[in-house]
């Protein structure tokens, strides 16, 4: 691929959100694992992000596989901009908070109300972190490559 | 009155016509249909957002209407197929007869997850996965890997219990019947099911597993229980709740159904 400048474009933008997180008072204690926040905060929040604090990126080989994950756009400026190789009738990253791919290609994942996280290959069990739910994609996936979305 | 049986029950003609109709809506891509429907309402249906199909109170009639859908195509290919229902908390393990090769095969195999027995094996090229999320196009399955352990028949009691239908903030965070029997609170019983089994079963696609329908038809089952025990505890929320599928609102995809018309499973089935 000779037109990756989006993801780093994004990757770019997703550090420093995550340097912002981390200068910020209610910053993540632990940046290993971006803990759920408190499920009454969500009454208090609004918006997609839901008053859960957004997990830290992350780029990491897990078991030969490449998976990475960064905060989505809040503005929706990139709006179907993502993953251009994945042009089909459904954006892979609509309504998402978060983008995690393996090895480049999408994964869809979605937020629960109680901050835990789920992906279109585990997507009847919940994760704590987006991290988590990509790592146990990559075991579902025994090196299979994900396949863009299909919703008829 | 059409009858929905225990798939424990079934006849080896029963067996053999309900496999025959599945594989016949599948060579004519009819199948395909159900699986992308089911996708699009997985990735579609949020907890902040507009949810229709799953992780709302509309989980229950959105699936019996889809469940009813899927019989009468069914039915298009040989008049008195219904579908029969996998009582779980029974049949719980990989040597159930529903996991024999006169009905869905076996598990997968050790490595790769590959069903190679039984009429949707890989073997016989009748059964391609063609609305997948990964580039495997072989049905897989893990019985028993992903979670050890089916639901029992006292986690459904509990949930039977329960006498509220649903509760506010009407998503997966919610209290009541439906997100308990759903799973994504309590001792987590339509959920665990699906993990069990492995597989496409874990994905959004999960109904390229013929025992999809299976499963929900056996929530679909508990439903009609949990009504019968609780008469006078009615579908919530009834009005103007935003995002959310109210007692007379119409359904997407058919628009012309609402959980009212479908509270009463007797005017299309009975279960033995």
Same mark, same amino acid.
């Given at each position: 691929?000779?037109?990756?400048? +989006? =993801?780093?474009?994004?990757?770019?933008?997703a550090?420093?959100?995550?340097?912002?997180?981390?200068?910020?008072?209610?910053?993540?204690?632990?940046?290993?694992?971006?803990?759920?926040a408190?499920?009454?905060? =969500?009454?208090?929040?609004?918006?997609?992000?839901?008053?859960? /604090?957004?997990?830290?990126?992350?780029?990491?080989?897990?078991?030969? +596989?490449? !998976?990475?994950?960064?905060?989505?756009?809040?503005?929706?400026?990139?709006?179907?901009?993502?993953?251009?190789?994945?042009?089909?009738?459904?954006?892979?990253?609509?309504?998402?908070?978060?983008?995690?791919? !393996?090895?480049?290609?999408?994964?869809?994942?979605? =937020?629960?109300?109680?901050?835990?996280?789920i992906?279109?290959?585990?997507?009847? /069990?919940?994760?704590?972190t987006? =991290?988590?739910?990509? +790592?146990a994609?990559? +075991?579902?996936?025994?090196?299979?490559?994900?396949?863009?979305?299909?919703?008829? | 009155?059409?009858?929905?049986?225990?798939?424990?029950?079934?006849?080896?003609?029963?067996?053999?016509?309900?496999?025959?109709?599945?594989?016949?809506?599948?060579?004519t891509?009819?199948?395909?249909?159900?699986?992308s429907?089911?996708n699009?309402?997985?990735?579609?249906?949020?907890?902040?957002?507009?949810?229709?199909?799953?992780? %709302?109170? %509309?989980?229950?009639?959105?699936h019996?209407?889809?469940?009813?859908?899927?019989?009468?195509?069914?039915?298009s290919?040989?008049?008195s197929?219904?579908?029969?229902?996998?009582?779980?908390?029974?049949?719980?393990?990989?040597?159930?007869?529903?996991?024999?090769?006169?009905?869905?095969?076996?598990d997968g195999?050790s490595?790769?997850?590959?069903?190679?027995?039984?009429?949707?094996?890989?073997?016989?090229?009748?059964?391609?996965?063609?609305i997948?999320?990964?580039?495997?196009?072989?049905?897989?399955?893990?019985?028993?890997?992903?979670?050890?352990?089916?639901?029992?028949?006292?986690?459904?009691d509990?949930?039977?219990?329960?006498?509220?239908?649903?509760?506010?903030?009407?998503?997966?965070?919610?209290?009541?019947?439906?997100n308990?029997?759903?799973?994504?609170?309590g001792?987590?019983?339509?959920?665990?099911?699906?993990?069990?089994?492995g597989?496409?079963?874990?994905?959004?696609? %999960?109904?390229?597993?013929?025992?999809?329908?299976?499963?929900?038809?056996?929530?679909?089952?508990?439903?009609?229980?949990?009504q019968r025990?609780?008469?006078?505890?009615?579908?919530l929320?009834?009005?103007?709740?935003p995002?959310?599928?109210?007692?007379h609102d119409?359904?997407?995809?058919?628009?012309?159904?609402?959980?009212?018309?479908?509270?009463?499973?007797t005017?299309f089935?009975?279960?033995?």
């Amino acid at each position: 691929m000779s037109h990756p400048t +989006r =993801r780093q474009v994004l990757h770019g933008s997703a550090a420093a959100l995550a340097g912002a997180a981390l200068a910020a008072p209610v910053a993540f204690a632990d940046t290993a694992t971006a803990r759920p926040a408190d499920g009454h905060r =969500r009454l208090a929040g609004h918006g997609h992000s839901g008053g859960h /604090e957004m997990p830290e990126p992350f780029d990491e080989m897990y078991q030969g +596989r490449h !998976i990475e994950g960064w905060p989505a756009d809040e503005g929706g400026s990139e709006n179907g901009g993502h993953g251009d190789h994945h042009a089909g009738p459904a954006s892979p990253h609509e309504g998402m908070d978060f983008v995690v791919r !393996i090895d480049n290609d999408d994964l869809h994942v979605m =937020r629960n109300a109680d901050g835990t996280w789920i992906s279109l290959v585990n997507h009847y /069990e919940t994760f704590t972190t987006p =991290r988590a739910l990509a +790592r146990a994609a990559v +075991r579902e996936l025994q090196g299979a490559d994900l396949v863009p979305v299909v919703t008829g | 009155m059409a009858v929905r049986k225990n798939q424990a029950d079934l006849t080896a003609t029963e067996k053999r016509n309900f496999v025959d109709a599945v594989l016949e809506l599948k060579r004519t891509g009819r199948y395909d249909e159900f699986i992308s429907t089911h996708n699009a309402f997985i990735i579609g249906d949020t907890d902040d957002g507009e949810r229709t199909g799953h992780r %709302s109170p %509309s989980f229950l009639p959105w699936h019996r209407r889809f469940l009813l859908q899927f019989e009468q195509a069914l039915q298009s290919i040989t008049p008195s197929v219904m579908l029969p229902y996998w009582d779980w908390t029974a049949d719980r393990t990989p040597r159930s007869s529903l996991w024999a090769d006169d009905f869905l095969g076996g598990d997968g195999r050790s490595g790769d997850g590959r069903v190679n027995s039984g009429p949707f094996a890989f073997g016989n090229g009748n059964w391609p996965m063609n609305i997948r999320v990964d580039g495997r196009t072989f049905l897989r399955r893990s019985l028993g890997t992903g979670v050890r352990e089916l639901p029992t028949r006292a986690e459904v009691d509990r949930v039977l219990a329960m006498t509220v239908y649903d509760a506010a903030p009407w998503n997966s965070s919610s209290d009541g019947f439906r997100n308990n029997i759903e799973g994504w609170r309590g001792p987590n019983l339509h959920n665990r099911v699906h993990v069990w089994v492995g597989g496409q079963m874990t994905t959004g696609a %999960s109904p390229n597993d013929p025992v999809f329908w299976l499963h929900h038809c056996f929530i679909d089952k508990l439903w009609a229980e949990w009504q019968r025990m609780h008469p006078k505890s009615g579908y919530l929320p009834t009005g103007n709740t935003p995002d959310v599928v109210d007692l007379h609102d119409t359904m997407k995809p058919w628009n012309d159904v609402t959980p009212a018309d479908l509270l009463d499973h007797t005017k299309f089935y009975d279960y033995a």
